[in-house]
T-cell receptor
Framework: NAGVTQTPKFQVLKTGQSMTLQCAQD?????MSWYRQDPGMGLRLIHY???????DQGEVPNGYNVSRSTTEDFPLRLLSAAPSQTSVYFC???????????FGSGTRLTVV | GIQVEQSPPDLILQEGANSTLRCNFS?????LQWFHQNPWGQLINLFY???GTKQNGRLSATTVATERYSLLYISSSQTTDSGVYFC???????????FGPGTRLSVLP
């Protein structure tokens, strides 16, 4: 099925551990992005990419790294997890950041 | 940075009623979107509407860019319309894409 696939759906980490959240899309969208959503709040942009090999920071990039080696994949890496990174993470893709904006189903991350 | 406000924060309706949700933003934008987050957390894009008016079934949206606001109209509401409605604004290519705090809608049977 066409869309944005995020894995895992749930994850518990200990403080200081690292991990990678996976995001893949099969719609040939050049634009991809990562957001975090904290309880009762809107989404905040972490990092985004306008095409393979191009990434840039959003509103809350600290503690996260991204890379974009292919059009399809946009992984988000947590370098050293902290309790403040407990959140729900959403990946999205679109044509040029505008048309066809599609979200994945989210990854619920808890850092203890 | 750009500020986004949404009103009302919460809205409770009886099934069949109409409603208007508002989004105000503090600066000119090239990109404005409305999203619906259902009670299970899934986010669905409703409209890409940096200006003008669009309609999709019972939903329609209007953005007056010169006055920096957008409206989302829901007619003949259904229980499946429940959830949180977000407005998001930014530049082309999603730079500085900022979400509002959302309007939580509950439609009662």
């Amino acid at each position: 099925n066409a869309g944005v696939t995020q894995t895992p759906k749930f994850q518990v980490l200990k403080t200081g551990q690292s991990m990678t959240l996976q995001c893949a899309q099969d719609m040939n969208h050049e634009y991809m992005s990562w957001y975090r959503q904290d309880p009762g709040m809107g989404l905040r942009l972490i990092h985004y990419s306008v095409g393979a090999g191009i990434t840039d920071q959003g509103e809350v990039p600290n503690g996260y790294n991204v890379s974009r080696s292919t059009t399809e994949d946009f992984p988000l890496r947590l370098l050293s997890a902290a309790p403040s990174q407990t959140s729900v993470y959403f990946c999205a893709s679109s044509y040029g950041g505008t048309v066809g904006y599609t979200f994945g189903s989210g990854t619920r991350l808890t850092v203890v | 940075g750009i500020q986004v406000e949404q009103s009302p924060p919460d809205l409770i309706l009886q099934e069949g009623a109409n409603s208007t949700l508002r989004c105000n933003f503090s600066d000119s934008v090239n990109n404005l979107q409305w999203f619906h987050q259902n009670p299970w957390g899934q986010l669905i894009n409703l409209f890409y509407i940096p200006s003008g008016t669009k309609q999709n079934g019972r939903l329609s949206a209007t953005t007056v860019a010169t006055e920096r606001y957008s409206l989302l109209y829901i007619s003949s509401s259904q229980t499946t319309d429940s959830g949180v409605y977000f407005c998001a604004v930014g530049d082309n290519y999603g730079q500085n894409f900022v979400f509002g705090p959302g309007t939580r809608l509950s439609v009662l049977p």
